[in-house]
């Protein structure tokens, strides 16, 4: 069974600039949720859907958004992007959300802004 | 607010040798723990969990362990450590507070060196 996918694996971006990251669950998974890792701040909950449904949202400003499709696809975006933003962008998935179902994580998506 | 502390930033132990990794925990409601390890450039793995039941988890490659709710402690544990075992290690708790939800709060991490 595939893993969860994240693409593109690196980014590069300007400041001001914006940037779509997408995430393929593993097959059957319906809940994915966003987390940011920085060396400073550590690992930071974003975002979480659910049935293409956004169930919880993290405390970061409204630049970050996302959306999930209905073959549980998702994308997180980031517009006007800030030097702070550089991070290594992690997704999960789970089956669903009940609190047995441990969340798979992808490899990431490095981005830096320059 | 519910919250993960690992008090350690980095643990050496010798190859063969028991190995642990503190994990404390502060939630309102029943803890449901996870451990996770990163290896460089890699995303998160999972290793284990607690639900409720037993005390004592097993997980993958070796790896158990210990719950403690007077302690509120969820302590990482593997008789010999090997080498490969060298990685950043994450203790986590699914914060209940806000209904069902598969939102992870993470502790600091915690840097595990296995020296030969």
């Known amino acids: 069974k595939a893993g969860v996918t994240q693409t593109p694996r690196y980014l590069i971006k300007t400041r001001g600039q914006q940037v779509t990251l997408s995430c393929s669950p593993i097959?059957?998974?319906?809940?994915v949720s966003w987390y940011q890792q920085t060396p400073g701040q550590g690992l930071q909950f974003l975002f979480e859907?659910?049935?293409?449904?956004?169930?919880n949202k993290g405390n970061f400003p409204g630049r970050f958004s996302g959306r999930q499709f209905s073959n549980s696809r998702s994308e997180m975006n980031v517009s006007t992007l800030e030097l702070g933003d550089s991070a290594l962008y992690l997704c999960?998935?789970?089956f669903g959300t009940g609190v047995n179902q441990p969340q798979h994580f992808g490899d990431g998506t490095r981005l830096s802004i320059l | 607010a519910q919250s993960v502390a690992q008090p350690e930033d980095q643990v050496n132990v010798a190859e063969g040798n028991p190995l642990t990794v503190k994990c404390t925990y502060s939630v309102s409601g029943n803890p449901y723990l996870f451990w996770y390890v990163q290896y460089p450039n890699r995303g998160l793995q999972f290793l284990l969990k607690?639900?409720?039941?037993?005390?004592l988890v097993k997980g993958s490659y070796g790896f158990e362990a210990e719950f403690n709710k007077s302690q509120t402690s969820f302590h990482l544990k593997k008789p010999s450590a090997l080498v490969s075992d060298s990685a950043l290690y994450f203790c986590?708790?699914?914060?209940?507070?806000?209904?069902?939800?598969?939102?992870?709060?993470f502790g600091q991490g915690t840097t595990l060196q296995v020296k030969p």
């Open positions: 097959s059957g998974h319906r809940s």
């Open positions: 986590a708790v699914r914060d209940s507070s806000s209904g069902n939800t598969g939102k992870l709060i």
């Open positions: 859907y659910f049935s293409e449904t956004q169930r």
């Open positions: 999960a998935s789970s």
């Open positions: 607690y639900i409720t039941g037993d005390n």
